[in-house]
């Protein structure tokens, strides 16, 4: 699966105000600021610093898919997001899954990254992955 592009770490945080002033103290840039993805009941926000992508993201309220994971994990990173090549978006989960890993949602349109849609995949080895259309 050598197609497939890291687009971005996901990291989850508390505060997504004071996270993104913390990380652009480490010379981080705001490539889109936080806004509020309803279908996740989450706000997400994207920095970058030399050529890597970061998203973090925090729950907005207690319905949110995350707010269990954040009182697990902290603040702190827990997936890495791959992009598929043009078209191999079905192809790529169906590879994946062949691989063992299992799909934890559906494919869903992702208004904070232009409503591509994405999916998320476990793996017992490596925890939690993102995949994203092209
Ligand atoms: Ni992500």
Redesign the pocket.
């Given at each position: 699966m050598n197609n497939l592009k890291i687009h971005?770490i996901?990291y989850l945080v508390k505060r997504i105000e004071k996270a993104i002033k913390a990380f652009e103290d480490l010379g981080f840039v705001v490539e889109k600021p936080s806004k509020i993805d309803s279908t996740r009941n989450v706000s997400i926000a994207f920095l970058i610093k030399d050529g890597y992508r970061i998203?973090l993201?925090s729950p907005i309220n207690e319905e949110s898919v995350v707010f269990n994971l954040l009182k697990k994990y902290k603040n702190s990173p827990y997936?890495i997001?791959y992009e598929s090549d043009k078209g191999n978006f079905e192809h790529d989960i169906e590879l994946l899954i062949n691989q063992g890993y299992v799909a934890i949602d559906e494919p869903t349109p992702a208004p904070c990254i232009d409503g591509r849609r994405?999916v998320f995949l476990m793996n017992p080895s490596l925890g939690m992955v993102?995949l994203l259309e092209y």
């Amino acid at each position: 699966m050598n197609n497939l592009k890291i687009h971005h770490i996901g990291y989850l945080v508390k505060r997504i105000e004071k996270a993104i002033k913390a990380f652009e103290d480490l010379g981080f840039v705001v490539e889109k600021p936080s806004k509020i993805d309803s279908t996740r009941n989450v706000s997400i926000a994207f920095l970058i610093k030399d050529g890597y992508r970061i998203e973090l993201v925090s729950p907005i309220n207690e319905e949110s898919v995350v707010f269990n994971l954040l009182k697990k994990y902290k603040n702190s990173p827990y997936h890495i997001c791959y992009e598929s090549d043009k078209g191999n978006f079905e192809h790529d989960i169906e590879l994946l899954i062949n691989q063992g890993y299992v799909a934890i949602d559906e494919p869903t349109p992702a208004p904070c990254i232009d409503g591509r849609r994405v999916v998320f995949l476990m793996n017992p080895s490596l925890g939690m992955v993102e995949l994203l259309e092209y």
